[in-house]
C-alpha cells in the first residue's frame, strides 16, 4: 500500500484528487494522512468527498474514514466500469475538480461513459468550465480520447446549483509534443455577472481594456439569469493554432473590480510574454495524462509548487518522475522519465 502524507509540498486537494485518479488506473491502494494539511482549514471538504464518493462508485472501490472533516482515509480501488453517472457535489463546490479526479480512469476503461456533474461550475481556486472545455479537454484530444463537455447551467460561489455534462469516448492516450503555440488566432475579454450590478462587470472590462493591447471588439460584458447569482467572472482568452490559454478572475467581497481585471490582466500578459506553450494551470492539468501516457513534453512557465507535489504522486504510483528543464527564453520544459 502507498502511504502519503497530505501535508508533503503543495499540501492541498490536489494529492487527494490525484491520488484516487492513479490508484484506478493502476490498481495500487493508499492511505493519505495530514489531509490538506497546509490548508487553514485541513482535512476533507464537501468537493473532495464527492470526488472520493464518485471514485468509488465508478471504480467499484472501498474507501474508510470518509466524513467531512476527515484527516486520513484509505482507499482500495476496484474494477472502473464504464457507464453513465450522476454526482452532486450540494454546494458551490468545483465539479472540474470532481472531474480531473475521474476523467482518467474513465479514458482508461475503455467503453464510452457520459458524467453529469452539479456544483460550481465558476468558483475561486478551481478550473472554471470555460477553461476544461477550451484550453484542457482539446490537448486530451489531441492524445487520442475525445471527450465533450456542455455547460448546462452556470454555478458561481456560494451558491453553487451549476450543472455540466461531459462525454467521454476513450481511446488509447498517445504522447504528444507541445513546445510551439502556433500562430495567434484571436483574443477576448468577457465579464460574466448574475444579480450584481452592471457597473461591477463594466468597470472591469474597462479596466481591462486599457491594459490590454485587444482590439475594441475583443471586449464584452455578458448578463446572466439574474437567479443564478450572485456572481461574477472576468475570463481572459488567447487563442493560439495549438493552444488556448484562459486566464480568469474570480468576483468577490473585498475586492475591486479593478483590483480583479488588474491582476488577471497581468497574468495574461505575462503569459503572452512568455514563449511557453502551456500557462501554470494548464500545465498542472497535463501532467497526469502525459505520465499515463508514458511519454511526450510540453513548455510552460515557471513550473508551480503545485505542480511539483502533483510530479511526486504521480512518481508514487507509475515510477514516472518528471523533468522540469529551464530553458534559455525562461520557460521550462517538462517531460516524465
Same mark, same amino acid.
Request: glycine share 12%; aromatic share 8%; hydrophobic share 40%.
Given at each position: ?11 492541498g486537494g490536489?494529492? @487527494? ?5 492513479l490508484?484506478l488506473v493502476?490498481?495500487?491502494p493508499? #492511505?493519505i494522512t495530514n489531509?490538506?494539511g ?8 464537501r ?5 472520493i ?8 472501490a472501498e474507501c474508510s474514514g470518509l466524513?467531512v472533516?476527515?484527516? !486520513?482515509?484509505?482507499? #482500495?480501488?476496484? $474494477?472502473v466500469?464504464p457507464?453513465? /453517472?450522476?454526482f452532486?457535489v ?9 472531474l480531473? +479526479?475521474i476523467?482518467?480512469?474513465l479514458i482508461?476503461a475503455?467503453?464510452?461513459? #457520459?458524467?453529469?456533474?452539479e456544483?460550481g ?5 478551481a478550473?472554471?468550465?470555460d477553461?476544461?472545455? $477550451?484550453?484542457f479537454?482539446?490537448?486530451?484530444? #489531441?492524445?487520442?480520447?475525445?471527450? !465533450?463537455a ?6 458561481? /460561489?456560494? $451558491?453553487?446549483g ?5 462525454v467521454?469516448s ?8 507541445c513546445?510551439d503555440?502556433?500562430?495567434a488566432?484571436s ?7 448574475a444579480g450584481l450590478p452592471?457597473?461591477?462587470? *463594466?468597470?472591469e472590462?474597462?479596466t481591462? $481594456? ?5 482590439p475594441d471588439?475583443?471586449?464584452?460584458? &455578458?448578463?446572466?439569469? !439574474? *437567479? ?9 482568452e488567447?487563442a %493560439? ?5 484562459i486566464?480568469?478572475g ?6 475591486s473590480? =479593478?483590483?480583479?481585471a488588474k491582476?488577471?490582466s497581468? &497574468?495574461?500578459s505575462? /503569459?503572452?510574454g ?6 501554470p494551470y ?7 495524462p502525459?505520465?499515463l501516457?508514458?511519454g511526450?513534453?510540453?513548455t510552460? @512557465?515557471?513550473?508551480?509548487q503545485?505542480?511539483? +507535489?502533483?510530479a *511526486?504522486?504521480?512518481?508514487? %504510483? ?5 523533468e522540469? =528543464? ?7 520544459? @517538462?517531460?516524465p522519465v
Amino acid at each position: 500500500m502507498i502511504i502519503i502524507d497530505g501535508a508533503e509540498g503543495e499540501g492541498g486537494g490536489q494529492v @487527494v484528487r490525484n491520488a484516487l485518479a492513479l490508484s484506478l488506473v493502476t490498481g495500487e491502494p493508499f #492511505r493519505i494522512t495530514n489531509i490538506r494539511g497546509k490548508r487553514a482549514k485541513p482535512g476533507l471538504m464537501r468537493q473532495h468527498m464527492t470526488a472520493i464518493e464518485a471514485a468509488c462508485s465508478i471504480g467499484n472501490a472501498e474507501c474508510s474514514g470518509l466524513a467531512v472533516g476527515s484527516l !486520513e482515509i484509505e482507499f #482500495r480501488p476496484g $474494477r472502473v466500469e464504464p457507464g453513465d /453517472y450522476h454526482f452532486s457535489v450540494g454546494t458551490a463546490g468545483s465539479t472540474g475538480l470532481v472531474l480531473q +479526479t475521474i476523467l482518467m480512469p474513465l479514458i482508461a476503461a475503455g467503453k464510452p461513459s #457520459r458524467i453529469f456533474l452539479e456544483g460550481g461550475t465558476h468558483n475561486m481556486m478551481a478550473p472554471p468550465f470555460d477553461f476544461i472545455e $477550451r484550453s484542457f479537454l482539446p490537448i486530451i484530444g #489531441r492524445m487520442g480520447p475525445r471527450v !465533450e463537455a456542455r455547460l448546462i447551467r452556470h454555478g458561481f /460561489y456560494p $451558491r453553487g446549483g451549476g450543472k455540466i455534462e461531459v462525454v467521454i469516448s476513450p481511446s488509447r492516450l498517445a504522447p504528444i509534443e507541445c513546445t510551439d503555440r502556433g500562430q495567434a488566432i484571436s483574443c477576448s475579454a468577457t465579464a460574466l455577472f448574475a444579480g450584481l450590478p452592471f457597473g461591477i462587470a *463594466d468597470r472591469e472590462i474597462s479596466t481591462a $481594456r486599457k491594459l490590454l493591447d485587444w482590439p475594441d471588439n475583443a471586449f464584452a460584458v &455578458r448578463q446572466l439569469p !439574474e *437567479d443564478l447569482g450572485p456572481g461574477n467572472v472576468l475570463l481572459l482568452e488567447s487563442a %493560439f493554432e495549438h493552444v488556448t490559454e484562459i486566464v480568469t478572475g474570480f468576483g468577490k467581497l473585498g475586492v475591486s473590480a =479593478e483590483s480583479l481585471a488588474k491582476t488577471a490582466s497581468q &497574468r495574461m500578459s505575462g /503569459y503572452l510574454g512568455s514563449t511557453a506553450f502551456a500557462g501554470p494551470y494548464l500545465a498542472d492539468q497535463l501532467l497526469l495524462p502525459f505520465a499515463l501516457a508514458g511519454g511526450g513534453s510540453f513548455t510552460t @512557465v515557471k513550473p508551480s509548487q503545485h505542480a511539483r +507535489t502533483a510530479a *511526486d504522486v504521480i512518481a508514487m %504510483f507509475t515510477g514516472k518522475r518528471f523533468e522540469f =528543464e529551464q530553458l534559455a527564453d525562461g520557460s521550462h520544459l @517538462v517531460a516524465p522519465v
